[in-house]
């Protein structure tokens, strides 16, 4: 089975989105339709999430990036969470293609260590990888209280994200594994520099998984620019979508003014 890709919109700019980890295209309905008369939306399910639950591809960026780069039309890709990881690779290797790149509460680096204060204990993400393997659907619910934290009113974010999470079907055990042997072992940073692409880093201001300061450290690396949306947590799209739109118009205006390479 090959990856779903659902279009929307009907707008002149294309434009790829990539969700994170356990989640599927669907939850970005609300900043689709903010996003709907500027840009036709090219969404992704990752492999062996929702849609794309059957499709055997291994959750590796470089894998994933050329199958959705041959699915799609040169494009500005945006990333959310560990989906980031995936879009940061296509525009390192394919800048013909990914034209633009937008960070969404997204990290070059995961996992904190005496180099990186801005990460995730490896703790936590070691535990996240045990409990996997004893009780799948308690650490699922218990990644998306992470995600809810910080937002302006956690039980209703997670109520939504519990509703959402799994109407497309439950993920698969091997790409949840994957997914975080990814985030455990990715360290993106010394390849920032080398982005050649207009890039936009916009960050949840009360982000508990991906820490603001990880991702204006990130911008600064890579020549970028950096918002924040306020009162925003893991999932800024959320109840903030219009602030995300917001967020990404100077980047889709790069890449209006100049469509080819």
């Not at 218990?142 to 497309?168: K, Q, T, W």
């Not at 920032?192 to 204006?216: C, E, T």
């Not at 690396?221 to 100077?250: C, R």
Request: charged share 20%; with cysteine; glycine share 8%.
């Amino acid at each position: 089975m090959t990856l779903h890709i659902e279009t929307h919109g009907r707008g002149p700019m294309p434009l790829v989105l990539l969700h994170g980890w356990a989640m599927h295209g669907g939850l970005f309905a609300p900043l689709i339709e903010a996003l709907a008369d500027d840009c036709t939306l090219y969404v992704v399910d990752l492999p062996g999430h929702g849609y794309s639950r059957d499709c055997d591809l291994p959750l590796e960026p470089a894998t994933i990036m050329q199958a959705v780069a041959a699915a799609t039309p040169p494009a500005v890709w945006l990333g959310w969470s560990l989906g980031g990881l995936v879009a940061l690779v296509a525009a390192l290797e394919q800048p013909q293609h990914v034209r633009g790149l937008a960070m969404l509460c997204a990290t070059p680096k995961f996992v904190r260590d005496d180099s990186w204060p801005h990460g995730n204990a490896p703790a936590m993400v070691r535990q996240l990888a045990q409990d996997l393997e004893t009780d799948y659907h308690a650490t699922l619910e218990r990644f998306m209280a992470l995600e809810a934290m910080g937002s302006p009113d956690p039980r209703a974010e997670l109520r939504r994200l519990r509703a959402d999470a799994f109407a497309r079907g439950e993920p698969k055990l091997r790409v949840l594994q994957e997914g975080i042997r990814l985030l455990e072992n990715t360290d993106l940073r010394e390849r920032l520099p080398q982005l050649s692409v207009p890039n936009q880093w916009i960050a949840g201001r009360r982000d508990r998984l991906v820490h603001p300061l990880s991702m204006q450290w990130s911008a600064d690396a890579a020549n970028g620019g950096f918002s924040e949306v306020a009162h925003a947590g893991h999932a800024p799209f959320f109840g903030h979508a219009d602030a995300v739109a917001a967020a990404l118009q100077p980047l889709l205006a790069r890449f209006r003014a100049n469509p080819t390479p």
